[in-house]
Structures are given as structure tokens and as C-alpha cells.
């Protein structure tokens, strides 16, 4: 750069995308069963009902 520094943010923020997938399986869970709740259906209905949306045989 013009004064001789280089922005690394990648040396920062490394440890937090390791674990990006977890924390998005995490906030995934966490939608689909409040989903479930607000939607006053059992989990596992609302799950099977998620996948035959999405053409996913989870049987």
C-alpha cells in the first residue's frame, strides 16, 4: 500500500471461519425448531415436510 502496509485480515479472522459451518448448522437448527413451535407441529413432521420440499427421501 502507499505507506508500506499491507492489510492482513486473513491472520484474524482465521480461527472464526473454521468454525463457520457449525455456527450456521448451529442457527439452522435453532430456525427450524422454532419453526416448529410457532408453527405448533412436531419436529420431526416439520422436518419431513422440509425435506419432501426439497426432493430429500429421509426415510
Not at 18 to 36: D, F, G, M, N
Amino acid at each position: 500500500m502507499h505507506g508500506g502496509l499491507e492489510p492482513d485480515l486473513l491472520d484474524e479472522v482465521t480461527y472464526w471461519i473454521e468454525q463457520y459451518w457449525t455456527y450456521a448448522l448451529y442457527a439452522a437448527v435453532a430456525i427450524v425448531r422454532a419453526s416448529a413451535d410457532r408453527a405448533d407441529m412436531p419436529l420431526d413432521s416439520m422436518l419431513a415436510e422440509l425435506a419432501a420440499k426439497h426432493g430429500i427421501d429421509i426415510a
